[in-house]
């Protein structure tokens, strides 16, 4: 089996939906705390309370005209993998 290296760029857009609280937008709020230096800013949807502190940014390409990343940061608090 061959590993495949991904890697991500920067600057990161983070995509926060609708989230009810931060527990559900635990990876993009460890980005934006952790490295707010890649971060261009935050999708919302229009009733979502959670704030990252990132600008709102209501279109992928209004971050940056060029390239971003994609960090879609969405989940159930104490989600597992089954193995």
Not at 20 to 31: C, E, H, N, Q, V
Not at 40 to 49: E, I
Request: with cysteine.
């Amino acid at each position: 089996m061959t590993r495949t290296r991904v890697s991500l760029d920067a600057p990161d857009l983070i995509y926060i939906g609708d989230a009810p609280d931060l527990l559900y937008a635990k990876t993009g709020s460890g980005i934006a705390y952790w490295r707010p230096e890649y971060c261009k800013g935050q999708m919302r949807l229009p009733h979502c309370t959670v704030d990252l502190g990132l600008p709102d940014v209501l279109h992928p390409w209004g971050a940056n005209r060029h390239r971003v990343t994609f960090s879609v940061s969405l989940s159930r608090p104490m989600n597992f993998l089954a193995g």
